[in-house]
């Protein structure tokens, strides 16, 4: 970005007293206020100043002084569908007050509120990573796509434009407009503008809402989230057709790269990170839910260029008459022709049709890519927002999460044996604060982060690589879970109270459901009761792996219990869920459980849990009396899913581990994977890895096309595979690397705990094993009797 004001130029000077006589009293400015004004470096049409007094700033926008074209530069129609907009939720700034009077600055104008933001003035976003610029123009699409969408008649716009027709009012106006400025004859200029009249196009009577020069350097973009907060310059708006505005858009992608830039208008080809036309295209129809096809885009795009064309014309006029809003305006005279040309060109050249979206992304498996990985897997698709998301978390995780990994190990070595080795360390604290500055937070929940489960499962993986990233995005378990659980079946209180801190990230929370004294696997056993007393519930009972419970942050448990009451001929309608806050009288920290001789600290550890007759609300129950089994099958379908994704990204990164090993080591006179079982053990395990892989990613897929019933097969089938398949690379890890494999000194062991215990939390493996036996029977047998 460059800097954005400079002091008000000569030709645009105004009585800055009168200004602010004139904004005393209508609004919070007062007489006496030190005003201060700076213009707006860049703009080609309306002067745009930067207002500030020493609490409050805003932006006026105002005519050029001096003869103007006929019907250009119409301050009151920005004001009014600014004003639309805003009422409508668009982002845009809040239009404040509009001014007629001529008197008060020389022409007329209006202020509107000053949004503090990113404003890119180069279009190929220089100065941010790849991933980013990935979801800046991802974020600028669908923000077109928005406002396509916008009904004219729920924002009062209904006469606002001249409606259908709009291709060819936009010839017939442009060359206008070229004509009334132009400097001289340009043969190339007549030429197109018959061209484009005598092919318009013979769907020209949709209508929507159009900004007229949407490009990403007339936004604000948050300043640090990859999202529009304002669209700005509605000067050229009207109603038409909409593709006209996406082509526009598109147009840098076709800009020749030998030819100069026109204010902000240069060549976007070879710029790592921007989505290609066809993806932009794709996200484009995805949004607004139209079919993926623009028949005549070389007539948009031709328009495109000619309008570009007109505007540089009129920059020069205004140029010639010593009006002109653009230092460099001298130069738009010599670009006129050139720009003619590009658009005769592209008006006779057949060019490639975005096509379905699946095509698409087999299309894109065939072309060098610089971010190979799972996402290009052309069975199972990501959204383009979770393409872009994916992106942005790969970015962060190389840039932040790893390289603190030595940071996070020095900490819970150094308090070893120190209650402060419960707590979260600093270093993962402010990486949580730069995640969700980023808006990468709170990815695992569809309704808060707009990504499908597939979407989420890619991103999984990636977090997999390092045992505390989950945390670092507010992801991690086993409060996704409780999350999950309180979103689908949460009352208000319950929400307001538990679950908007949780997504907050202000608390955490554990989950009790396994207990010491009987056969979890099968959750029917369980003991623990509840009974009701008036309007509290009283839980009684033990728990165990608890996980987080240690966490001086966890402020709650989801405590799954058996209600005294419910018929007991219903194996599966006698237990519920219910909230026990930990500070609850009767409710006791036992011991941390460890494995393999660990206490996993760093997830708040495993806790043994008492409840002594302890009194919550009766509000504090979980959707109702006996319905635990039901919310348990909600809650552990993609909290599953999420464990065995991040499986797959930490077996990733164990056979990497392996093969930086076998590529190193020397024994018996050879490097260790010339030698043949080695190498069979590293075939091995990208077999496994592939393939389970895919399982997960069929889960996902099923979750978000069936549901969570529908997909209890494959998400049981995942879940044994995932697990096992861990263990074995991991495994083969661990013996590539010997003794130093089982020490403290590589990650392996650590790992391998982890994964080992992922065999038996949300169910041993045999339970599943027999659930899929079950499925595969009654979807067998349903084949046979529809075959009678």
């Known amino acids: ?164 027709g709009y291709c060819k009012r936009q010839v017939s106006t442009w060359t206008k407009q070229y004509r009334a400025a132009a400097h001289r004859d340009i043969p190339a200029m007549n030429e197109l503008s018959g061209w484009l009249m005598d092919n318009l196009p013979a769907n020209d009577n949709e209508v929507t809402l159009v900004h007229g020069d949407f490009r990403v350097d007339n936004m604000i973009f948050h300043p640090t989230e990859a999202r529009v907060i304002a669209v700005l310059d509605w000067e050229l708006s009207t109603t038409g057709q909409p593709l006209a505005e996406l082509a526009y858009f598109l147009m840098p992608h076709y800009w020749p790269q030998s030819f100069s830039v026109i204010g902000t208008m240069g060549s976007l080809k070879g710029i790592e990170g921007i989505p290609t036309v066809e993806d932009q295209i794709s996200i484009y129809c ?58 005769l060109q592209l008006a006779q050249r057949l060019l490639p049709l975005p096509i379905s979206l699946v095509s698409l992304q087999l299309y894109n498996l065939c072309l060098p890519r610089s971010l190979p990985g799972p996402a290009d897997d052309p069975l199972f698709l990501q959204t383009a927002k979770g393409q872009a998301v994916l992106l942005q978390v790969k970015d962060f995780m190389r840039q932040y999460v790893l390289p603190a990994q030595e940071i996070v190990a020095a900490y819970y070595s150094k308090h070893a044996h120190s209650p402060q080795r419960w707590h979260t360390p600093q270093v993962i604290e402010d990486l949580k604060v730069k995640a969700r500055e980023a808006g990468l937070w709170n990815l695992f929940l569809p309704a808060v982060s707009g990504l499908s489960q597939l979407d989420y499962a890619y991103i999984a993986e990636e977090t997999g690589h390092c045992i505390f990233a989950p945390e670092v995005f507010n992801c991690q378990a086993p409060d996704t879970g409780n999350m999950e659980v309180l979103h689908m079946f949460g009352s208000e209180e319950q929400k307001r109270k538990w679950l908007e801190p949780l997504l907050r990230g202000e608390i ?60 007991v001929s219903n194996r599966h309608g006698q237990h519920s869920m219910i909230l026990v806050p930990l500070d609850t009288p009767g409710v006791k920290l036992v011991r941390p459980l460890t494995v393999f001789g660990q206490d996993d600290a760093i997830h708040g550890g495993h806790f043994e849990v008492h409840f002594d007759n302890v009194r919550v609300p009766a509000s504090n129950i979980i959707l109702g009396e006996g319905r635990g089994f039901e919310i348990a099958q909600g809650r552990l379908g993609p909290g599953r899913l999420h464990h065995c994704m991040r499986a797959v990204g930490l077996a990733e990164l164990a056979l990497e581990l392996l093969c930086q090993r076998a590529a190193t080591r020397l024994a018996f006179g050879k490097k260790l994977y010339q030698h043949e079982v080695v190498a069979h053990w590293i075939a091995e395990c990208r077999l496994m890895i592939e393939q389970t892989r895919l399982l997960t990613l069929h889960a996902a897929h099923a979750l978000d096309t069936l549901g969570s019933r529908a997909a209890r097969k494959q998400i049981a089938m995942i879940k044994v595979a995932a697990g096992r398949m861990a263990c074995k690379v991991v495994d083969c890890a661990i013996q590539v690397y010997g003794g130093a494999g089982v020490s403290g000194d590589f990650p392996l062991a650590q790992m391998y705990s982890y994964v080992r215990t992922l065999r038996i939390a949300d169910g041993p493996d045999e339970v599943h094993l027999s659930s ?17």
């Open 508 to 567: 955490r929370s554990c989950f009790c459901m396994t207990e010491p004294d009987v056969a979890s696997s099968d959750a029917t056993n369980m003991e623990c009761t509840l009974r009701r007393d008036e309007d509290h519930w009283v839980v009684h009972g033990k728990k165990w792996w608890s996980s987080g419970a240690g966490n001086p942050q966890c402020k709650v448990a989801i405590v799954m219990c058996r209600s005294s009451s419910q018929d």
């Open 1 to 164: 970005m460059e800097e954005l004001t400079t002091p008000v130029r000569e030709q645009h000077k105004f009585n800055v007293g009168k200004l602010q006589r004139y904004l005393a009293g209508k609004s919070r400015v007062s007489n006496n206020d030190t005003l201060t004004v700076r213009q707006y470096s860049t703009g080609q049409s309306n002067p745009t100043f930067l207002i500030q007094t020493a609490s409050q700033s805003y932006v006026l926008r105002k005519k050029p002084p001096g003869m103007l074209l006929p019907g250009a530069h119409k301050v009151d129609r920005e004001y009014l569908v600014q004003k639309a907009l805003f009422s409508a939720g668009f982002p845009v700034p809040q239009p404040l007050l509009h001014c007629t009077d001529a008197t008060v600055i020389g022409t007329e104008f209006y202020l509107m509120e000053h949004v503090n933001g990113r404003i890119f003035r180069d279009i190929r976003l220089p100065g941010v990573s790849a991933a980013e610029r990935t979801a800046l123009y991802v974020a600028a699409v669908e923000a077109l796509a928005r406002l396509h969408s916008l009904d004219l008649g729920s924002l009062n716009l209904e006469g606002y434009g001249r409606g259908p």
């Open 286 to 343: 995805r949004c607004r839910g139209i079919p993926s096809s623009l028949p005549q885009l070389n007539f948009y795009l031709a328009l495109s260029f000619f309008k570009i064309a007109g505007i540089a014309q009129g920059v020069y006029a205004r140029h010639l008459l010593g009006n002109a809003s653009a230092p460099n305006a001298a130069q738009f005279g010599q670009c006129v022709e050139p720009l003619a040309k590009v658009a």
């Open 772 to 788: 899929i036996a079950h499925l595969e029977l009654r979807d067998q047998l349903r084949k046979v009797q529809a075959k009678l």
